[in-house]
């Protein structure tokens, strides 16, 4: 599966990683007001021409910012301020205690199957999967609404409706890190639908050429659209 295939590819090694510093200070949570205000700003700034539709998409999008809320306190547990980086399976076991683990790689949270892996370095993986349905989690968003500075590190794309985005997070309490989603949109009614969000829970944070160096025949670009 593509998605194994790009998160395994994800893990680079320090000395050629970006480091975890800060970036601009992150903004104030967002109320659904705020979100809807922002989502329109930015579609219409991307798409001009979508004045008559806009606000229904903003609308239908805010239910999947909040039903990401357990996928991100899962991830976000992995990297609290002043707290060493997770070394191994078990450091990322104990910190996401809202998991329930199965077992000492596999657990379920909220719908979402979570696994954490070396390879080599320490990943958290959450996984949702459905045949025919939209996919109904927006991790980034939901990270802006919590007031996270998510900046767009590189991102390719199969099609419209299949991509893999890297993104840097600097949220509020916490310290940065690198958040993969691979999204697919299942194009016929009996097709699969599904998304991968992971993090490395070691902080390494990939530059662009460092995913391209990994995964050298896609086309990754810089902007990462939603």
């Known amino acids: 599966m593509r998605a194994a295939l790009f998160v395994a590819s994800l893990a680079c090694l320090t000395a050629v990683c970006a480091p975890a510093t800060a970036h601009a200070p992150a903004r104030p949570q967002e109320t659904q007001a705020q979100f809807l205000d922002r989502c329109r700003a930015e579609t219409l700034a991307f798409e001009p021409g979508a004045v008559t539709w806009v606000d229904a998409a903003c609308a239908e999008k805010w239910p999947s910012v909040t039903r990401s809320n357990p996928m991100l306190d899962a991830i976000l547990s992995v990297f609290v301020a002043d707290t060493p980086s997770a070394l191994d399976p078990a450091d990322v076991r104990a910190r996401a205690s809202m998991v329930r683990w199965r077992s000492t790689t596999e657990g379920q949270l909220a719908g979402l199957n979570v696994e954490v892996t070396r390879t080599p370095t320490t990943r958290i993986i959450l996984n949702w999967s459905a045949t025919g349905e939209p996919v109904p989690y927006d991790p980034v968003e939901a990270l802006k609404v919590r007031g996270a500075r998510v900046d767009p590190i590189g991102c390719y794309a199969y099609g419209a409706g299949e991509s893999n985005s890297v ?55 810089e902007a990462c659209p939603q």
């Open 167 to 221: 993104w840097r997070v600097a949220a509020p309490g916490h310290v940065p890190f690198a958040l993969s989603v691979y999204r697919r949109e299942a194009p016929t009614a009996s097709a699969l639908s599904y998304i991968t969000v992971s993090a490395d829970a070691e902080r390494n944070i990939p530059t662009l050429d460092d995913l391209r160096a990994a995964e050298p025949d896609p086309n990754w670009m």
